[in-house]
Each structure stands twice: as structure tokens, then as C-alpha cells.
């Protein structure tokens, strides 16, 4: 997340603002072209995206009205998307376009009977653009109704270059590394981590990264469609080796307490903004755009990433996770919203928001240039490099009672372990209690 979640650049926020009431201002920029052949029509479009990325997010669709003459409005439905939109369906105020930050849920919406399938002039660009592991998880029975507009590269650590060099550590090449150069940061004066345990699907993106490497690729194939119980003993094994790190308070920027209440947002300003109180933080790319956003630090001077290190002799992993944009049936105007999905397929609207900041596109025409830094340039580059070898986030991929629920399931289950990470196996058990009911539903 992309919640959310995958994708969040500021925190998730409770839906204040009524579908139909405009969230975000700001005039039209030039797209070029066009025949404003939508004059007159609005698209409603929600998604979890607050802050910096819905100000961004508004320039795509400002331009979108720039070609097209069609308005649009945005809302933000905060982190449990999933329900937002159903009571919106229900009260007969569906939204026409929703940028779903989640597989599970995409699929959700699809069995439910919610969405139209993609058009197929989307299907086209899809299918030439974008490496197929987009188009499959993009997909639901071999129907295809989603397009993954915005992609986050989740294997990051990001550092204070500073921090590192006044402890005269080096970006680390293995879990073990890390966890021995957070002490000698820690020695400095810093703690090693800033992390941001009040949002769980922080916590599940440290999980799946160590799965990753520890367990391999097949496993967390398994695991992520539940074929794989979470009782396996690769499972505990993870858990125990997240547990070092979480019950290391010479490693976490104010204790386990703090970690729980500190935000994703929160979690960032620790090592970039004005009191730096750690050195690193683990999370996506999208970590860049907060950084040089609300902290105004130059990316790769005063703001930098190494991959996350390989586990046990493991590969380093790569995972990833998308917002995808889907077409509800219901929607007041869901023919303009295909056009706007139309629009979004393409290089020429990746772009203006990659010109932006805090943004990577899985789509493979968008020329590397768009970027505004060589740091954001080569970690795109990465991530279409990867083509189909990349694993999109295992949580986005539950069922949302499981995988993207706040105060539940494997969010709050992680959170607890946070806390009292003394019982991975107990840990196990309870996820695997979760997953299974989740699974049934």
C-alpha cells in the first residue's frame, strides 16, 4: 500500500467529507490535446490518499479535466476503504472511480458484483505497457478490472546520511548487519529505528520482507493465498527473528510504547525532520516524498535508502504494492470514469505526478527522466526491472477483515506482537485463527 496503507504518504485519516464534496482544490494544468469532449460530465473518484499525495494526485486529475473538460472530485475514504465504499454503494452514492490500494479488496468489490471491466482500449495499454504480474493482480477470474496507477517499491531503508557517517557505519548488506550497526548507531546517540507501529501495516511490511528472504518466494506465495497456514514453522521463525528487533529498546526510537504510538508520517519526521530522534526507518519508496516534502531534505544528500538486506543467507527481497484504479457499477457516471482510467494507463499522466514526487509507476513507457531525482530514477528503474520476479504485498493480497483492517486482524495481531513480542508461536496461532475466518468469508 499500496496500503493506505501500501502507499500512504501522510497518515490515513477518518472520512470527513461527504462523496460529492470537492477535497481538493487547485486550476487545471495543460495535458495537451484533447477535445473536451467530457464538458459538463464529473467523475467522483475515492481513495485513501490525504495530504501531499492527494495534492499530487489532484494535479493527475487536473490534467485529466484539461484534455477531457470533465471535472472531477475527489474524497478520501482514510484506511478502510473497503467499508467506506460499501456504505456508499448501499446509500446509493457510490463514487464512479476507486483507487484500491489492496488485491484482497479489488477482489472483494469484484465477486461482490461492484465493478465494470476494464475497457478495451485500458486492456490494450495494459497488456503492452505494464510487465503481466500488474495485469494479474489486476484481474479476478480472468476478468480484468483494475490498472495499477501508482506502485510503491516496499524493500526500502531509509537513512540519515549524516547519522550513519557520524557513527561510521555503512549501509549493511544483511538483516545481522543491520541490527549490529543499528547498536553503533544507537552508541552515537540515535536510536537505529524510527518505527511507526500505530499504522499495522507498517508492521506487516517489516514481517513480509523477512519472510521473503527467510522463507523463499514459493512459501510466501503459499502463505499469501493461505494455502500455507500461519502455524508453519517458517512463519514462527519470521516472527522470532522481527521479535530481536522489536524487543531491542536500545533499537527503537523511544521504546515498544512509543512505537505504538507513533504514525507512518510520524515515524519519517523522527529521522528527517527538525529533532531527529533515530537514523533509519523502514518503509517504501513513498518515504522519499514525506521526507522531501514536509522536511524539505534533498533525496540522496540528506535523505537516502539501501535495499532491505537479506535474511538468513536468503535472497534480498522485493516487494511491492499499487493503488489500482476500478470502475464501479453503480457510479453516477462510471462511462467517464472508464475514460478517466483510460487516461491514467497512460506514460502521459504517470507522468505529471512523477514530476511531482513520491510517486513510481509500474508503467513501463513513462520515460525515467519524469522522475525528479536519481534516487526516486533508480529506484523505478528497480522496480520495472523486476518485472514479474517482484511480490506484491502479502496483506494487500487478504481478505481486508485480515489483511487491511485497522484495530483487526493481522494489523492489530502484529501491533500486539509489537508490544509483547515474547511468543512468536502464540503470535502464529492467533494470525492463523484470523486468517482462517477471513479466508471463509
Not at 66 to 91: P, R
Not at 187 to 207: P, Q, V
Not at 244 to 272: C, M, R, Y
Not at 410 to 416: G, H, M, V
Amino acid at each position: 500500500m499500496m496500503r493506505r496503507r501500501t502507499t500512504l504518504l501522510t497518515g490515513c485519516t477518518a472520512l470527513t467529507l461527504a462523496l460529492g464534496a470537492t477535497a481538493c482544490g487547485g486550476g487545471p494544468v495543460s495535458a495537451g490535446g484533447g477535445d473536451k469532449a467530457l464538458s459538463g460530465q464529473t467523475v467522483t473518484v475515492a481513495g485513501v490518499w490525504t495530504g501531499s499525495e492527494q495534492k499530487n494526485f489532484q494535479k493527475v486529475l487536473d490534467a485529466f479535466t484539461a484534455k477531457t473538460g470533465a471535472k472531477t472530485q475527489f474524497v478520501s475514504t482514510g484506511d478502510n476503504v473497503s467499508t467506506v465504499v460499501g456504505s456508499k454503494i448501499e446509500g446509493g452514492n457510490a463514487p464512479d472511480v476507486v483507487m484500491v490500494p489492496q488485491v484482497g479488496v479489488l477482489q472483494q468489490f469484484a465477486k461482490k458484483g461492484w465493478l465494470k471491466p476494464l475497457s478495451a482500449t485500458a486492456q490494450q495499454t495494459i497488456t503492452a505497457d505494464y510487465a503481466p504480474v500488474w495485469k494479474k493482480y489486476g484481474s479476478v477470474g480472468g476478468t480484468v478490472y483494475g490498472l495499477y496507477f501508482k506502485a510503491a517499491h516496499k524493500s526500502t531503508v531509509w537513512y540519515s546520511p549524516d547519522a550513519l557517517a557520524q557513527a561510521g557505519v555503512k549501509p549493511p548488506k544483511t538483516y545481522d548487519e543491520m541490527l549490529k550497526d543499528g547498536h553503533t548507531v544507537s552508541d552515537s546517540g540515535l536510536a537505529a529505528f524510527s518505527i511507526g507501529g500505530e499504522d499495522g501495516w507498517t508492521l506487516t511490511d517489516w514481517f513480509e520482507n523477512v519472510y521473503l528472504s527467510q522463507a523463499g518466494p514459493e512459501k510466501y506465495d503459499a502463505l499469501a493465498t493461505h494455502k500455507l497456514k500461519w502455524t508453519d514453522a517458517s512463519v514462527v521463525k519470521a516472527l522470532t527473528t522481527l521479535g530481536k528487533l522489536f524487543k531491542d529498546k536500545q533499537l527503537i526510537a523511544g521504546g515498544q510504547k512509543e512505537a505504538l504510538n507513533t504514525d507512518f508520517p510520524g515515524s519519517v519526521e523522527k529521522v528527517f525532520g527538525p529533532k531527529p530522534q533515530a537514523g533509519m526507518v523502514y518503509e517504501g519508496d513513498f518515504v522519499a516524498g514525506v521526507a522531501h516534502d514536509q522536511y524539505g531534505k534533498t533525496i540522496g544528500k540528506d535523505a537516502n535508502f539501501f535495499p532491505f538486506p537479506a535474511v538468513d543467507g536468503g535472497a534480498a527481497p522485493v516487494v511491492s504494492g499499487g493503488d489500482a484504479a476500478v470502475v464501479l457499477k453503480d457510479g453516477k457516471n462510471s462511462k467517464a470514469g472508464m475514460k478517466l482510467l483510460e487516461y491514467l494507463a497512460t506514460p502521459e499522466a504517470a507522468a505529471v505526478w512523477a514530476e511531482a514526487g513520491g510517486f513510481l509507476s509500474p508503467n513501463k513507457k513513462l520515460d525515467l527522466s519524469s522522475y525528479g531525482d536519481d534516487v526516486t530514477r533508480a529506484t523505478a528503474k528497480s522496480l520495472i526491472a523486476a518485472g514479474d520476479s517482484v511480490r506484491f504485498d502479502m496483506s494487500d493480497q487478504a481478505p481486508a477483515a485480515f489483511g487491511g483492517t485497522k484495530g483487526a486482524g493481522e494489523w492489530k495481531l502484529l501491533q500486539d506482537f509489537l508490544r509483547d513480542p515474547s511468543d512468536p508461536k502464540g503470535t502464529a496461532a492467533k494470525l492463523e485463527s484470523a486468517a482462517a475466518k477471513a479466508y471463509q468469508d
